[in-house]
């Protein structure tokens, strides 16, 4: 996990839509949880809107699941 948060702390900007497309063409309800839950620690960092997160959290559901439990 610490490698994986220091090369997201590298990347200059991240391409919301396309990463939209790629989370929608897995379209699971963990990886939603995940990709929102690490990225809005780089929101302003990666340059991501909002919207991007708004339509993380319609994606996901109430249920408690530890960030690892997928793994």
Do not use: Q, V, W
């Amino acid at each position: 996990m610490e490698e994986l948060l220091l090369c997201i702390g590298m990347i200059p900007y991240l391409d919301s839509r396309k990463l939209a497309d790629y989370l929608s063409a897995y379209d699971t309800i963990f990886l939603y949880k995940k990709a929102g839950y690490i990225l809005e620690h780089y929101r302003d960092a990666l340059k991501l809107p909002d919207a991007f997160f708004d339509a993380c959290r319609n994606k996901i559901t109430k249920s408690k699941r530890s960030l690892d439990g997928g793994l």
